[in-house]
């Protein structure tokens, strides 16, 4: 089991940037991060939570949904339990509790840790909000 705990969130306005954190605590012996795939999701009121990246066991697989392209980037620190997500170019509709999520896998490809179905650990979240 893992346990995980999101920072950085916080107040910025539309066009700014955010980078959010994700420590990561490895509870079963004999696990590193690498065994594991990542993932960030977010939910807006009223809203189903949502996939936004996720990133493989070893990184070289990493995906994102089509609002974010362009904008997000995912990326893993497997020697330091941490995974991050910067957000540029943000908008209002990025306003959302941004979540961080792991599941033990080494699938070759991301897009299997884009189904929040299929997560079991989660983190508390971290609000996001981008002011116009």
């Known amino acids: 089991q893992v346990q995980l705990v999101e920072s950085g969130g916080g107040l910025v306005q539309a066009g700014g940037s955010l980078t959010l954190s994700c420590a990561v605590s490895i509870r079963t012996l004999g696990r590193e991060l690498n065994d594991y795939g990542l993932g960030w999701f977010r939910q807006a009121p009223g809203k189903e939570r949502e996939a936004v990246a996720a990133?493989?066991?070893?990184?070289?697989?990493?995906w994102y949904t089509d609002s974010v392209k362009g904008r997000f980037a995912i990326s893993r620190d497997n020697s330091k339990n941490t995974t991050a997500l910067q957000m540029n170019n943000l908008k209002v509709e990025d306003t959302a509790i941004y979540y961080c999520?792991?599941?033990?896998?080494?699938?070759?490809?991301?897009?299997?840790?884009?189904?929040?179905?299929?997560?079991?650990?989660w983190g508390p979240g971290t609000q996001v909000t981008v002011s116009s």
């Open positions: 999520a792991a599941r033990q896998g080494r699938d070759y490809t991301a897009y299997a840790y884009t189904r929040r179905g299929d997560f079991e650990t």
């Open positions: 990133i493989n066991w070893s990184g070289r697989s990493i």
